[in-house]
């Protein structure tokens, strides 16, 4: 059973950082990509930026110049560099991975407070 595990969530003032990790219980080049998401109370699940097997990160609009994607093969881990943190990044982020066999794998996911 493939197990995605996420850590970092904490509360943090506005404009500070924040850095998420999610390890996985198999190594990373399974998946053909990795992605974090979130989700407020009361809103859908967004994605915010996805990496893929081959290096390339994409981001939505909302994040894109605050957050970084990244990845450690050898440590079987995708991080998420949260910079420039707003009161409306606050939600539960979670991990995903898309495995080559179009498997989807899910985290049990990191709370992040924003306070303004």
């Known amino acids: 059973q493939v197990q995605l595990v996420e850590s970092g969530g904490h509360l943090v003032q506005a404009g500070g950082s924040l850095r998420l990790s999610c390890v996985a219980s198999?190594?990373?080049?399974?998946?053909?990509?990795m992605s974090w998401y979130r989700q407020a109370p009361g809103k859908q699940r967004e994605s915010l930026a996805t990496?893929?097997?081959?290096?390339?990160?994409n981001y939505v609009d909302s994040v894109k110049g605050r957050f970084t994607i990244s990845r450690d093969n050898a440590k079987n881990t995708v991080y998420l560099q949260m910079n420039s943190l707003k009161p409306e990044d606050t939600a539960v982020y979670y991990c995903?991975?898309?495995?080559?066999?179009?498997?989807?794998?899910w985290g049990q996911g990191t709370q992040v407070t924003v306070s303004s």
């Open positions: 198999i190594s990373i080049s399974a998946f053909s990509s």
């Open positions: 995903n991975a898309i495995a080559f066999t179009a498997a989807n794998y």
């Open positions: 990496i893929e097997r081959g290096g390339n990160t």
